[in-house]
């Protein structure tokens, strides 16, 4: 026997409600009603995860708060300089 399927709404009220649908619902269940669409992305920038220690961390967020700017940026120009220097 198949399973019986919610009609996909044509409009939800907010992100909430769209959220709280897909939450209780698989999308693999409704490709049927899906069209593909043809999109390009273009990357600017990209994210690295790096080990760093504990004592650098804490000490990098404390002079972040102190300087006023998020730890990435500081982070990104303390190595900046510390790299075109050497």
Known sequence: MKNKKD???DNFSSYEEA???WDTH???HYLDQ???VKTQ???K???YEIEIDEDVIQE???RSLSEHIPSSKLA???LRKQLLAG
């Open 45 to 47: 920038n990209r994210h």
């Open 60 to 62: 990098l967020k404390k």
């Open 26 to 28: 698989d999308s693999t």
């Open 41 to 43: 992305v273009h990357l």
């Open 7 to 9: 009609k996909i709404p």
């Open 34 to 36: 899906m069209t593909p």
């Open 19 to 21: 959220g709280e649908f």
């Open 76 to 78: 990104n120009d303390i």
